[in-house]
């Protein structure tokens, strides 16, 4: 099935697509990617869910990705005695503490020893998603002494942020850890860690994961984001996640960090998704406001790998309506001629490698010539997130004998992954790149392709030959006798 735009769609699914019926409408609506959302349906549920996206994947014939979004520690207050809540008032005293005894409007538990370990006076606490905004007075080992800086009504078990201080908590908790070791074990291609602030919170995830799944790092926090190069550096991936990123930060400092994440990952050729409340009003609409489609695009226009959608398509009335208003978006925004200036205008990076050269010479040759796709052989997935990086604007066939690497290349821009066999010369790749593209309908006899590929095989990492080629079985052994 080929799509008909390069960004790819991530569809989180839940209680509104369930079962065969509605996955498989949504991946043919145009999801690339599903996420399974760990904060939300336990194993088995999961475990449900997995084998219908592979059972969709085999019925198809096309790899699809599995993101697995594991939760990361949640920090709550604690309950009241008045179950409804109590009403805190601008400038009023209101007391956090370790005491478990039901809360009242002067105070309330916080059962985080860790907090109050990392608080200074003058740091903010932001309470049900920032709705309430505490500044610290005086705080101790068990305690923190707050004024209410904007009231509201505060109720049971309502998440708080601490957005101005490193926490020393670890990015998995012990559910984590559990839910990270069952999905690795279902077989998922990615790993979502949410809650990072600094690259050691990567590397426990990794460790774990030891090669099972590609790491994905959420970047929520302002800690994240000031340490974001060195996180980027042991990340496979990256999601900016804007819902926490707004509360914890002044709203208007999300877009110009959201356009200097997504160039900091594109100019390392790791996979970015921009994340959150991308068509919010599709859970309860079957059309999406203006500002939210100018939203997607923006993004777009950016150049992220791919956009996602959450409760959209996990909870909402019209998950399929959302998936198609992802897809109808992405198709009008690349066809627009100022797209393909935009993203030539945005490409960047250091390129220092015999890979580098080539990736960007396959480039340069299917933009002045007629080329009708760039393919790539690759093992790891090193080669097609090199030609993704440089984002031609011709069709990118990343051919593989390892489903778990066409699975994974689903989340990379622009990449149409293939299974194929196991090749050990590069006249027989080239044939098999051949085939591909016109059994995927990207090229007929008499078109021509490139091809790049590792020599010799079964290398990661090892990109070093390129050729252009005719889409004609005999034309390529007439031409290369070997």
């Known amino acids: 099935m080929r799509r008909l735009r390069s960004v790819k769609i991530v569809a989180t699914l839940g209680p509104a697509s369930n079962d065969y019926e509605m996955i498989r409408a949504l991946f043919e609506a145009g999801a690339d990617v599903f996420r399974l959302n760990m904060s939300h349906g336990d194993h088995d549920e999961i475990r449900a869910r997995h084998e219908i996206i592979r059972k969709v994947e085999k019925d198809t014939g096309r790899p699809i990705a599995i993101l697995a979004d594991l939760q990361g520690p949640k920090l709550r207050v604690g309950v009241f005695a008045n179950d409804a809540g109590e009403e805190l008032e601008e400038g009023a005293p209101f007391r956090l503490d370790l005491d478990d005894a039901p809360g009242d409007n002067t105070r309330v538990q916080l059962p985080h020893r860790e907090i109050f370990d990392a608080l200074e006076p003058g740091a903010s606490l932001l309470v049900n998603d920032g709705k309430i905004r505490l500044r610290v007075e005086d705080c101790g080992a068990e305690f923190a002494n707050c004024v209410v800086t904007v009231g509201g009504t505060i109720s049971n078990r309502k998440g708080v942020n601490v957005p101005d201080v490193v926490l020393p908590l670890a990015a998995l908790s012990d559910k984590d850890r559990k839910d990270l070791e069952f999905v690795c074990q279902l077989g998922v291609d990615w790993l979502a860690l949410s809650f990072v602030q600094r690259p050691a919170d990567v590397w426990e995830a990794r460790e774990l994961a030891n090669g099972r ?243 010799p095989f079964n290398i990661p990492g090892s990109t070093n030959i390129l050729r252009v080629a005719p889409c004609e079985e005999r034309l390529i052994f007439a031409t290369d006798p070997e």
């Open 213 to 455: 799944a590609a790491i994905l790092s959420k970047i929520e926090k302002p800690a994240a984001v000031n340490a974001f190069d060195e996180i980027l550096e042991v990340s496979d991936g990256i999601m900016v996640a804007r819902g926490d990123l707004g509360v914890e930060l002044p709203v208007q400092n999300v877009p110009p960090i959201q356009k200097r994440l997504i160039r900091k990952c594109r100019a390392v050729a790791k996979p970015v998704i921009v994340a959150t409340q991308m068509l919010e009003s599709m859970i309860d609409s079957p059309m999406p406001t203006r500002a939210e489609v100018s939203d997607v695009a923006t993004a777009i226009y950016e150049g992220t790998d791919a956009i996602m959608l959450s409760a959209e398509s996990a909870a909402g009335s019209y998950p399929i309506e959302a998936v198609t208003t992802m897809n109808n978006v992405a198709i009008e925004v690349e066809s627009d001629p100022n797209y393909r200036d935009i993203i030539a205008a945005q490409r960047g990076g250091k390129k220092t490698t015999i890979a580098d050269g080539i990736v960007t010479a396959a480039r340069e040759i299917a933009e002045t010539t007629d080329i009708k796709a760039i393919c790539c052989f690759t093992q790891s997935g090193t080669t097609a997130t090199l030609v993704s990086r440089e984002r031609p604007h011709v069709p990118i066939l990343a051919l593989t004998p390892l489903t778990g690497t066409a699975r994974r290349l689903c989340l990379s821009w622009g990449t149409h992954c293939c299974l194929t066999g196991g090749v050990d010369r590069f006249k027989m790749a080239v044939v098999s790149a051949a085939r591909a593209a016109r059994q995927d309908g990207f090229a007929t006899e008499g078109c021509q392709i490139v091809v790049t590929a590792g020599v």
